[in-house]
């Protein structure tokens, strides 16, 4: 089966601009989760979006905001970019949120 | 909050070697979760642990879920060079932070033939 798709796999924006990444979950799953990929802060969760309602929140500005579609697709939004966005950004899906998540590829996102 | 450490940071080893890695936490956990990401990609999941005291493997890997719900380890017998990567644990308290694992900060690995 597919598997966790994100788009796209690279980005360059600048600062000020704003920026919407994409997830496509495994079919059936329902918990998408995302989070921050920086060398020097490790893998940092963002938010988690369960049947399109957010059920957790990590500790980052409302800059960072997502959500959630009747197919379990997902879409982050950063706003306001700060060169400090810079980052690898992963989605990740799982049937109901309480098990092991499989990841996609990832977005590289660069802020100039 | 909920915190991982992960040890050791890094290891420089042989082709044939074992490697034993762990994390710990002051926090306790549901589940405990490995990984290994390789350059250019996401975490790909190798193992993971729902109850305190499991054991399972998969191939070369063995890991453990800590008695105390509180420490995990992973080990992999026999390296070999396509073991190179960075192993995370994490860990997830589903009941009321479903979808949110708390991440370790990763163990390279570096495998020498």
């Known amino acids: 089966k597919a598997g966790v798709t994100q788009t796209p796999r690279y980005l360059i924006k600048t600062r000020g601009q704003q920026v919407t990444l994409s997830c496509s979950p495994i079919s059936g799953h329902r918990s998408v989760s995302w989070y921050q990929q920086t060398p020097g802060q490790g893998l940092q969760f963002l938010f988690e979006y369960f049947s399109e309602t957010q059920r957790n929140k990590g500790n980052f500005p409302g800059r960072f905001s997502g959500r959630q579609f009747s197919n379990s697709r997902s879409e982050m939004n950063v706003s306001t970019l700060e060169l400090g966005d810079s980052a690898l950004y992963l989605c990740?899906?799982?049937?109901?949120?309480?098990?092991?998540?499989?990841f996609g590829s990832g977005t590289r996102l660069t802020v100039v | 909050g909920q915190q991982l450490n992960q040890s050791p940071q890094s290891m420089f080893i042989q082709e044939g070697e074992d490697v034993s890695m762990n994390c710990t936490s002051s926090?306790?956990?549901?589940?405990w979760l490995w990984y290994k990401q390789e350059p250019g990609e996401g975490p790909v999941l190798l193992i993971a642990?729902?109850?305190?005291?499991e054991l399972t493997s998969n191939g070369r890997l063995t890991a453990q879920f800590g008695i105390t719900r509180k420490d995990s380890f992973l080990n992999i017998s026999a390296s070999i060079p396509s073991d190179v990567g960075i192993y995370f644990c994490a860990g997830l308290l589903y009941n009321t932070n479903a979808g949110k694992s708390t991440f370790g900060d990763g163990t390279t690995l570096t495998v020498k033939p």
């Open positions: 926090s306790i956990f549901n589940t």
């Open positions: 990740a899906s799982s049937l109901e949120g309480d098990d092991g998540y499989t």
């Open positions: 642990l729902y109850k305190a005291g």
